[in-house]
């Protein structure tokens, strides 16, 4: 599977920022958290903070994931570099593989192109946070030797 990651262009950034903004008010509707409205509002509200330059925030990468077979996107890949005590760290913040083409193999071959770019880019790990149990996702990143490094639990009360 030849797979590459593309930087994205700006419609491609307003199409994602706006899906992931929809995604994250349903998941938030659903889980009772907070309504549709009140969820699309707060996830805005992020986008803006974590990205107030949009594609040009110093710092963030938000590529296409492309099949180069296909000559086609088949999901989307987010991650940041920063320092940290001494060494230079690469944070997955968002992996997207479109529904169609899940379970494929496509996130596993996007991982491993940003590890071999993030061991270039002078890179001592990469690091993943997520906030909801996804358990084919843990697999996978067991599968690619990831470890974890600290949990937190929460209960709704």
Wanted: negative net charge.
């Amino acid at each position: 599977m030849m797979v590459k990651l593309v930087p994205m262009n700006e419609l491609e950034f307003e199409m994602y920022v706006q899906y992931s903004i929809q995604e994250y008010a349903q998941e938030q509707e659903k889980s009772g958290r907070e309504s549709e409205d009140e969820g699309v509002h707060e996830a805005e509200q992020q986008y803006q903070q974590l990205l107030p330059q949009g594609l040009q925030t110093p710092n963030h990468t938000l590529c296409m994931i492309v099949d180069e077979e296909r000559d086609k996107s088949v999901g989307v890949l987010w991650f940041d570099q920063h320092a940290q005590e001494n060494e230079r760290q690469v944070n997955i913040n968002d992996i997207v593989i479109f529904e169609e083409f899940r379970r494929r193999g496509y996130a596993k071959r996007a991982i491993q192109l940003l590890e071999k770019q993030a061991i270039e880019l002078g890179a001592t790990s990469v690091v993943l946070r997520t906030l909801e149990p996804n358990e084919s996702m843990r697999i996978l990143y067991e599968r690619l030797k990831h470890m974890v490094a600290s949990m937190s639990m929460s209960k709704s009360l």
